[in-house]
């Protein structure tokens, strides 16, 4: 689970292929974004929050518009990805990691 940086809201993701935005305040999930076909293991948001990131054991990194939960990029990383991260610098570059690969790449 990743809270975005304003703290308004909380993505959590899990066995059930899904990942779910919540209102951190109210508790009550706004959106779920769905199109991975594993489970999720990782979310991340950029500083600028507009977007989430997800990494599943399919192999993919999704990145997710938190608005329309539209799917702006799909990333085939090889492995099952354990970890997401967006720079501190600069919200379009992502970092993650899986079983025996790391890839950095910019969006």
């Not at 769905?34 to 990194?61: L, Q, Y």
């Not at 570059?93 to 690969?101: E, F, N, P, Q, R």
């Amino acid at each position: 689970m990743a809270f975005s940086p304003c703290g308004q809201r909380l993505a959590t993701a899990g066995e059930d292929f899904a990942v779910i935005l919540w209102d951190a305040q109210t508790g009550t999930a706004e959106l779920v974004l769905e199109g991975h076909i594993d489970s999720i293991r990782t979310v991340s948001f950029p500083a600028e929050g507009g977007r989430v990131a997800s990494g599943s054991g399919d192999r993919c990194i999704r990145v997710w518009d938190v608005t329309t939960g539209a799917s702006l990029h799909t990333i085939f990383q090889g492995t099952p990805v354990t970890w997401v991260q967006f720079s501190p610098s600069t919200n379009r570059i992502l970092a993650s990691a899986g079983y025996d690969a790391k890839c950095v790449g910019e969006l």
